[in-house]
C-alpha cells in the first residue's frame, strides 16, 4: 500500500488562517502522475484514509490532529458517477476555473456538496457566468499574484454576496500576507513562511542569542561537552527540556542523568547536537508551529536522502536543512546569520547559491517540498525522494511531540 503511495510523489502546502494557525494542507502532484491519484482515491476506502490521515496529520497544541486536504481534480473525476473512497471529512475537492460551466457539471457538484464535500473553485477570476458555481463552493481561491491590488479588491467585492471563504494563494511574502489580511482574506497559501521578515534594527532576543552561540559552536568539530553544556545551560528551559528527552523511555538509559555533560556523554555529540538544535529552534514561540515543523521536514528529508543516495554526507544534509530556513525563524538577514554561526564555504554556497552536491540536494528538497511544477526527478530516485518525505513527515510529527514535552 505505501509503496504504490510513493509512486504518486505527492507534498504538501499549509493552508493558514487569520491567526496563522494550519487549517488544511493542499496536496500537490506533477501532472502526469494526476491520473494516478484520481485513481487511487476511487480505491480502497480504508486505504484512502490511512494515507491521507497520515500525510495531513500533524502534532499541534498537545495532540495529534488531522487536517482536510485540498486536492485539484479533473472535470472527468467530478463527473464520475461514484464518490470517491475518500472521507468528506478529508477531502476538500478544486476545480480549475477554466471549464465550461454546463449543467453536468453543476449538477456533479452539487451532487458531491449534498454528500458532505466542500468545494473550491481554484485560480478564480468573477464572471456573471460563475454565479451558480458561487452558490454551490465553499471557499474560492484567488491567485493574488495575477493581479494589481485594486483587482484583488474587486474580485473580493464580486463574491462578497456569496456564502464563500475568501483564500488567497500565491502568497509569497509576509507584505503581500499583510496586504490580503487588510483586504478581509480569511485563508492564506503560498511560500510567505519561509522567507524572512525585514526588521531595520531588530535586536536579538537573549533566547536568540543563545541560538547563535549554540549553533556557531556545534559548527566546531572540535568543541567540548564542557563548551556545549555552558551554552546551553544560560538557557533554563532549553536545559530542562534537553535533559527530559535523554532521561525519556526514547533512550531507556540504566541510570537518570542529572548534567548536560552527563547527558553528551552518554548519547555522543551528533545525537546531543541534533536535539540541542531542534529545541533551539523551538525557544522561538512568537512564530508558528509550522515554521519550525517545515525546518523539521527540509532537514530529516535531506538527511534521508543522503544516506540512501550516499552522495551528500548526511549530517551535513541535516544541518544544511535546519540553517536554510533559520534566517526566517530568527529574523535575521541570512549573510549576516551565515557569518555570525561561521559555517563552512560548502554550506554557505549550498544554502546561497545551491551549489555543489549539498546545495544540489537542498534545492532538489525545496522543490519537491513546494510541488514544483517544471522540477522533474530522474526515475532513479523518484521514490527515494517520496519515500524520504513520507517519513519527514512522520519524523516531524514525533519531534514536535518530544519538543513541546508531551509524554516523556
Same mark, same amino acid.
Given at each position: 500500500?505505501?509503496?504504490?503511495?510513493?509512486?504518486?510523489?505527492?507534498?504538501?502546502?499549509?493552508?493558514?488562517?487569520?491567526?496563522?494557525?494550519?487549517?488544511?494542507?493542499?496536496?500537490?502532484?506533477?501532472?502526469?502522475?494526476?491520473?494516478?491519484?484520481?485513481?487511487?482515491?476511487?480505491?480502497?476506502?480504508?486505504?484512502?484514509?490511512?494515507?491521507?490521515?497520515?500525510?495531513?496529520?500533524?502534532?499541534?497544541?498537545?495532540?495529534?490532529?488531522?487536517?482536510?486536504?485540498?486536492?485539484?481534480?479533473?472535470?472527468?473525476?467530478?463527473?464520475?458517477?461514484?464518490?470517491?473512497?475518500?472521507?468528506?471529512?478529508?477531502?476538500?475537492?478544486?476545480?480549475?476555473? &477554466?471549464?465550461? %460551466? #454546463?449543467?453536468?457539471? +453543476? !449538477?456533479?457538484?452539487?451532487?458531491?456538496?449534498?454528500?458532505?464535500?466542500?468545494?473550491? @473553485?481554484?485560480?478564480?477570476?468573477?464572471?456573471?457566468?460563475?454565479?451558480?458555481?458561487?452558490?454551490?463552493?465553499?471557499?474560492?481561491?484567488?491567485?493574488?499574484?495575477?493581479?494589481?491590488?485594486?483587482?484583488?479588491?474587486?474580485?473580493?467585492?464580486?463574491?462578497?454576496?456569496?456564502?464563500?471563504?475568501?483564500?488567497?494563494?500565491?502568497?509569497?511574502?509576509?507584505?503581500?500576507?499583510?496586504?490580503?489580511?487588510?483586504?478581509?482574506?480569511?485563508?492564506?497559501?503560498?511560500?510567505?513562511?519561509?522567507?524572512?521578515?525585514?526588521?531595520?534594527?531588530?535586536?536579538?532576543?537573549?533566547?536568540?542569542?543563545?541560538?547563535?552561540?549554540?549553533?556557531?559552536?556545534?559548527? &566546531?568539530?572540535? %568543541? #567540548?561537552?564542557?563548551? +556545549? !553544556?555552558?551554552?546551553?545551560?544560560?538557557?533554563?528551559?532549553?536545559?530542562?527540556?534537553? @535533559?527530559?528527552?535523554?532521561?525519556?523511555?526514547?533512550?531507556?538509559?540504566?541510570?537518570?542523568?542529572?548534567?548536560?555533560?552527563?547527558?553528551?556523554?552518554?548519547?555522543?555529540?551528533?545525537?546531543?547536537?541534533?536535539?540541542?538544535?531542534?529545541?533551539?529552534?523551538?525557544?522561538?514561540?512568537?512564530?508558528?508551529?509550522?515554521?519550525?515543523?517545515?525546518?523539521?521536514?527540509?532537514?530529516?528529508?535531506?538527511?534521508?536522502?543522503?544516506?540512501?543516495?550516499?552522495?551528500?554526507?548526511?549530517?551535513?544534509?541535516?544541518?544544511?536543512?535546519?540553517?536554510?530556513?533559520?534566517?526566517?525563524?530568527?529574523?535575521?538577514?541570512?549573510?549576516?546569520?551565515?557569518?555570525?554561526?561561521?559555517?563552512?564555504?560548502?554550506?554557505?554556497?549550498?544554502?546561497?547559491?545551491?551549489?555543489?552536491?549539498?546545495?544540489?540536494?537542498?534545492?532538489?528538497?525545496?522543490?519537491?517540498?513546494?510541488?514544483?511544477?517544471?522540477?522533474?526527478?530522474?526515475?532513479?530516485?523518484?521514490?527515494?525522494?517520496?519515500?524520504?518525505?513520507?517519513?519527514?513527515?512522520?519524523?516531524?510529527?514525533?519531534?514536535?511531540?518530544?519538543?513541546?514535552?508531551?509524554?516523556?
Amino acid at each position: 500500500m505505501e509503496e504504490h503511495f510513493n509512486q504518486l510523489g505527492l507534498s504538501r502546502q499549509p493552508i493558514f488562517d487569520r491567526d496563522l494557525n494550519v487549517v488544511a494542507y493542499e496536496l500537490l502532484y506533477q501532472s502526469q502522475n494526476g491520473n494516478q491519484v484520481e485513481k487511487f482515491l476511487h480505491g480502497d476506502q480504508e486505504a484512502c484514509d490511512v494515507l491521507i490521515n497520515n500525510f495531513t496529520s500533524i502534532y499541534d497544541s498537545g495532540s495529534l490532529k488531522s487536517l482536510p486536504a485540498f486536492l485539484n481534480v479533473t472535470e472527468g473525476f467530478i463527473k464520475t458517477e461514484s464518490l470517491p473512497s475518500l472521507s468528506r471529512h478529508n477531502l476538500v475537492i478544486e476545480i480549475k476555473n &477554466d471549464q465550461p %460551466v #454546463t449543467e453536468e457539471l +453543476l !449538477a456533479s457538484l452539487r451532487k458531491y456538496s449534498e454528500a458532505g464535500y466542500r468545494i473550491v @473553485l481554484d485560480d478564480f477570476t468573477y464572471h456573471p457566468d460563475y454565479n451558480t458555481l458561487l452558490e454551490i463552493a465553499h471557499v474560492v481561491k484567488i491567485d493574488i499574484s495575477k493581479y494589481s491590488q485594486s483587482e484583488v479588491s474587486a474580485q473580493l467585492k464580486n463574491i462578497q454576496r456569496f456564502k464563500v471563504t475568501a483564500l488567497a494563494e500565491k502568497v509569497e511574502n509576509h507584505s503581500a500576507y499583510d496586504r490580503c489580511h487588510q483586504l478581509g482574506f480569511r485563508l492564506f497559501q503560498g511560500n510567505f513562511l519561509s522567507q524572512p521578515t525585514k526588521i531595520q534594527g531588530k535586536k536579538l532576543s537573549s533566547n536568540q542569542t543563545i541560538v547563535i552561540h549554540l549553533l556557531a559552536a556545534l559548527q &566546531d568539530k572540535d %568543541v #567540548t561537552p564542557d563548551v +556545549l !553544556a555552558d551554552i546551553t545551560s544560560r538557557d533554563p528551559l532549553l536545559t530542562f527540556k534537553l @535533559l527530559r528527552i535523554v532521561n525519556s523511555a526514547r533512550y531507556n538509559l540504566p541510570t537518570k542523568l542529572e548534567s548536560l555533560t552527563q547527558a553528551i556523554v552518554a548519547l555522543g555529540m551528533n545525537e546531543i547536537n541534533k536535539w540541542a538544535t531542534l529545541l533551539a529552534l523551538s525557544s522561538n514561540d512568537d512564530k508558528p508551529s509550522e515554521l519550525i515543523r517545515q525546518i523539521l521536514i527540509t532537514a530529516r528529508m535531506s538527511e534521508c536522502i543522503a544516506y540512501k543516495t550516499e552522495e551528500v554526507d548526511s549530517e551535513l544534509a541535516f544541518l544544511t536543512g535546519v540553517l536554510s530556513m533559520l534566517d526566517a525563524l530568527l529574523e535575521i538577514e541570512q549573510k549576516t546569520l551565515l557569518e555570525q554561526l561561521s559555517v563552512s564555504d560548502e554550506i554557505e554556497l549550498a544554502i546561497t547559491r545551491y551549489e555543489g552536491k549539498t546545495g544540489q540536494l537542498l534545492q532538489a528538497v525545496n522543490f519537491y517540498m513546494i510541488g514544483q511544477s517544471n522540477f522533474e526527478l530522474p526515475t532513479a530516485v523518484k521514490e527515494v525522494y517520496s519515500e524520504a518525505y513520507f517519513e519527514a513527515l512522520r519524523w516531524s510529527n514525533e519531534t514536535m511531540q518530544m519538543m513541546q514535552g508531551s509524554h516523556l
